[in-house]
């Protein structure tokens, strides 16, 4: 019901529906936490005096709800914004508040709940001491294949506590082949900073498709993202140029189905901007390729680095995973890794069988 919706908003079209059609709207939008999202579309279509009052209204009340949240991250995200550039870190804001007020129209049109910043790998480092004087903790142990390690710090009142996470990739590094130098040759100086960079839209949309693909497009709000870059700023959008680029990196796979899946949940998109190839029709084949590891790279070199690494994990990757198992040694790490691994397996042919071993990690 949702997609329909918006697709019918995005492609200009008269919005007829039943008080139960966005009731179900209405349901879905609080489920999926897009509520400032689909508000910032319908004020940027100017349709929003076309749709029922109870409905805006009850939006309304959704979007303020998250707004608060975006106000604090956005401040404490221009504190640390000054820090790195005080000690000349170079950094770079990934979507967050940054790319809500870019392309939503306002820092609080998107919900964001954390902040997320790309560094070179060597100034990590440098980063992590620089938030640490801050006063956020960390990093916690991250697996040593990931892209970025995450700190915290709590926010009072309340016990709320900000995440932030520094990114030195955008892709798990035996997924892909990726060249971030680009990155940062593209990126301009961000309003004030002289060492805070923003990726050019080209770059962005690249982004966020990857963003989306690492998670799945679980969520409407990753579809919303790159749907409403196309919509909104298509024209300047070079979808030849991200295929090379998607080629180059080894990440075509995972763009395309993106965007695949992206069209087919949006059809106005194809009279927006069409896409340079045909688009499959194998639905459970752009799903498969985001959701098995295997499927998702571009070669069979690195499919078999994935199939590998599934199988066989470095020692360091297989102490990650069993982090808080607290008899885990560098000897005994592969036994207890494929013991845990089997006992996953039972629970999830056999959910109903309890083992004494509940509390453990799933690996």
Same mark, same amino acid.
């Given at each position: ?11 200009? %079209? ?9 009731? *179900? $709207?209405?349901?879905?939008? +609080?489920?999926? @936490?897009?509520?400032? *999202? ?11 005096? &076309? ?25 404490? *995200? ?5 820090? /790195? ?75 709320? #506590?900000?995440?932030?996470?520094? @990114?030195? %990739? ?36 690249? &982004?966020? $498709? ?8 679980? %969520? ?7 749907? @409403? ?14 295929? +090379? ?6 990440? /075509? ?26 688009? &499959? ?9 985001? =959701? ?9 070199? /690195? ?20 982090? %808080?198992?607290?008899?885990?040694? &560098?000897? =005994? #790490? ?5 013991? *845990? ?7 999830? #042919? ?8 509940? =509390?453990?990690?799933?690996?």
């Amino acid at each position: 019901m949702l997609t329909q919706f918006i697709d019918w908003i995005y492609a200009d %079209s008269t919005c007829f529906g039943s008080d139960e059609f966005y009731r *179900q $709207c209405l349901t879905e939008i +609080e489920l999926e @936490h897009v509520a400032p *999202q689909v508000l910032s579309i319908l004020r940027q279509s100017q349709k929003i005096d &076309s749709i029922p009052k109870d409905f805006v209204e009850a939006l309304q009340h959704l979007y303020r709800k998250t707004a608060g949240q975006n106000l604090y991250i956005r401040f404490y *995200q221009q504190q640390v914004f000054a820090a /790195l550039e005080q000690n000349g870190i170079y950094a770079i804001p990934l979507k967050g508040v940054v790319f809500a007020e870019r392309y939503f129209g306002s820092f609080t049109s998107r919900p964001t709940s954390d902040i997320d910043i790309l560094v070179t790998r060597d100034t990590l480092t440098r980063a992590i001491e620089c938030l640490r004087l801050l006063g956020f903790t960390g990093p916690y142990e991250f697996n040593p294949i990931h892209f970025h390690c995450v700190m915290t710090k709590p926010i009072y009142p309340g016990g709320v #506590v900000l995440y932030i996470e520094l @990114h030195w %990739s955008l892709v798990h590094e035996n997924t892909a082949i990726p060249e971030w130098d680009r990155f940062w040759q593209n990126a301009t100086s961000f309003e004030g900073y002289e060492y805070i960079k923003e990726l050019t839209l080209q770059d962005t949309f690249y &982004s966020i $498709c990857l963003h989306g693909a690492n998670h799945k497009l679980e %969520s409407l709000k990753y579809l919303l993202d790159v749907a @409403h870059l196309i919509y909104t700023r298509g024209t300047e959008i070079d979808f030849d140029r991200l295929l +090379e680029v998607g080629k180059r990196d080894k990440t /075509l796979r995972r763009v395309k189905a993106v965007l695949n899946i992206v069209y087919n949940e949006f059809p106005s998109l194809h009279q927006c901007k069409p896409l340079p190839y045909r688009i &499959s029709n194998s639905k459970w084949l752009d799903r498969a390729v985001l =959701n098995a590891r295997v499927l998702t790279p571009d070669s069979w070199g /690195l499919r078999f680095r994935v199939a590998k690494e599934w199988l066989w994990p470095m020692r360091e990757v297989a102490l990650w995973h069993l982090r %808080s198992d607290p008899g885990v040694t &560098s000897t =005994n #790490v592969y036994r207890r890794f494929y013991r *845990q691994r089997l006992i996953h397996l039972a629970r999830t #042919v056999y959910p109903s069988n309890k083992t004494s071993e509940e =509390n453990e990690l799933h690996v």
